[in-house]
């Protein structure tokens, strides 16, 4: 089935390795800025088109803004995020902080599981509608697991749900699904029979999945990593025929996800720490800051004129 699965992803590789920036990485960044704003226009054409609420556009607008600022602290980079979970931009770092808080948790776990919830397509106007009956029956069956936990009918209660949402370009459906890294076969069985049971006509048994998760930090990275993307971005700066439609089935998927928790960890919590790192890339201060220019893909400097990534080049060429 063709669906925007397989149209292609975006690279994210490598953020687990950022400690700092080089002048080449500098105007990577800068070129996928350019990208995210061209991302975040088609968007907001979308959105306008719908007659979308003012907050909703508000927030397309707010990732069009991301990183219109940025400088030099250090040897690393630092800009002005706007956070949103379907920004280019942000999308890494969401992904470096969600990795970093739920890895250190899911190492300890005996044997971790990726379990698939998932049910019929359905088209545009049941979208809202279908996450929300998921939300409410899934609640119903973490209640439920939880009271057997402590009555001691199940070995474990825990886990962090992860909610995903694909589109198919032929069956012009969409799939709102759940994704959720638990530990054991119990558990991840009562989850499935539940589901199932509480959605009779609407779920297919043959469709849910479980997972084993070799215990090997790169599988831990890679199932963290795979789950993350909360949809699937082609490279449509070359999608031709059939862009607007993928820009209008991703809008109405963000939209729908919207004030939504698409992270919801049950049966642990999580270090403080890590909790705090979610903040650490706002604005501290008011100087040194460069302004981007998608003429050149770059940012430069009100003071003297020069581009950003001549900034990070001349540091490095000192040392
Ligand atoms: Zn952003």
Not at 261 to 274: A, E, H, I, T
Not at 292 to 303: A, G, L, R, T
């Given at each position: 089935m063709k669906s925007l699965d397989t149209l292609g992803q975006l690279?994210?590789?490598?953020?687990?390795?950022?400690t700092g920036s080089t002048s080449n990485q500098v105007r990577k960044k800068g070129i996928k800025k350019s990208i995210a704003m061209s991302f975040a226009l088609e968007l907001i054409d979308v959105a306008k088109l719908k007659e979308r609420e003012e907050k909703f556009k508000k927030l397309i607008w707010n990732s069009f803004h991301c990183l219109s600022a940025a400088k030099k602290v250090g040897n690393s980079f630092k800009g002005t995020y706007?956070?949103?979970?379907?920004?280019l931009n942000c999308i890494p770092n969401r992904m470096a902080v969600n990795i970093n808080s739920y890895l250190p948790i899911i190492r300890l776990w005996q044997e971790p599981r990726i379990v698939t919830l998932t049910l019929r397509n359905i088209d545009a106007p049941h979208l809202i509608g279908r996450f929300d009956a998921m939300k409410d029956e899934f609640g119903k069956i973490l209640r439920s697991a939880n009271y057997r936990y402590i009555k001691g009918k199940l070995p474990n209660y825990c886990g962090v749900r992860i909610t995903e949402c694909s589109y198919s370009l032929e069956s012009k459906l969409f799939n709102p699904h759940y994704h959720i890294i638990t530990d054991g076969d119990e558990l991840s069985n009562f989850l499935v029979e539940q589901w199932c049971s509480r959605f009779e006509t609407e779920c297919?048994?043959?469709s849910q999945d479980i997972r084993e998760i070799k215990k090997t930090e790169d599988n831990y990275i890679k199932v963290l990593k795979y789950t993350n993307k909360i949809f699937h971005i082609p490279n449509f700066t070359e999608l031709d025929e059939g862009k607007s439609e993928y820009f209008d089935a991703l809008e109405e998927i963000l939209y729908a996800l919207?004030?939504?928790?698409?992270w919801q960890k049950f049966g642990f919590d999580l270090p403080q720490s890590n909790e705090k790192k979610?903040?650490?890339?706002?604005?501290?201060?008011?100087?040194g800051w460069n302004i981007f220019n998608e003429y050149i893909n770059d940012w430069i400097s009100?003071?003297?004129?020069?581009k950003l990534s001549d900034q990070f080049f001349n540091d490095t060429k000192i040392k």
């Amino acid at each position: 089935m063709k669906s925007l699965d397989t149209l292609g992803q975006l690279d994210i590789n490598s953020i687990l390795s950022h400690t700092g920036s080089t002048s080449n990485q500098v105007r990577k960044k800068g070129i996928k800025k350019s990208i995210a704003m061209s991302f975040a226009l088609e968007l907001i054409d979308v959105a306008k088109l719908k007659e979308r609420e003012e907050k909703f556009k508000k927030l397309i607008w707010n990732s069009f803004h991301c990183l219109s600022a940025a400088k030099k602290v250090g040897n690393s980079f630092k800009g002005t995020y706007c956070k949103n979970r379907f920004c280019l931009n942000c999308i890494p770092n969401r992904m470096a902080v969600n990795i970093n808080s739920y890895l250190p948790i899911i190492r300890l776990w005996q044997e971790p599981r990726i379990v698939t919830l998932t049910l019929r397509n359905i088209d545009a106007p049941h979208l809202i509608g279908r996450f929300d009956a998921m939300k409410d029956e899934f609640g119903k069956i973490l209640r439920s697991a939880n009271y057997r936990y402590i009555k001691g009918k199940l070995p474990n209660y825990c886990g962090v749900r992860i909610t995903e949402c694909s589109y198919s370009l032929e069956s012009k459906l969409f799939n709102p699904h759940y994704h959720i890294i638990t530990d054991g076969d119990e558990l991840s069985n009562f989850l499935v029979e539940q589901w199932c049971s509480r959605f009779e006509t609407e779920c297919l048994e043959t469709s849910q999945d479980i997972r084993e998760i070799k215990k090997t930090e790169d599988n831990y990275i890679k199932v963290l990593k795979y789950t993350n993307k909360i949809f699937h971005i082609p490279n449509f700066t070359e999608l031709d025929e059939g862009k607007s439609e993928y820009f209008d089935a991703l809008e109405e998927i963000l939209y729908a996800l919207t004030g939504r928790r698409v992270w919801q960890k049950f049966g642990f919590d999580l270090p403080q720490s890590n909790e705090k790192k979610r903040d650490s890339n706002w604005l501290d201060d008011e100087e040194g800051w460069n302004i981007f220019n998608e003429y050149i893909n770059d940012w430069i400097s009100p003071v003297d004129g020069t581009k950003l990534s001549d900034q990070f080049f001349n540091d490095t060429k000192i040392k």
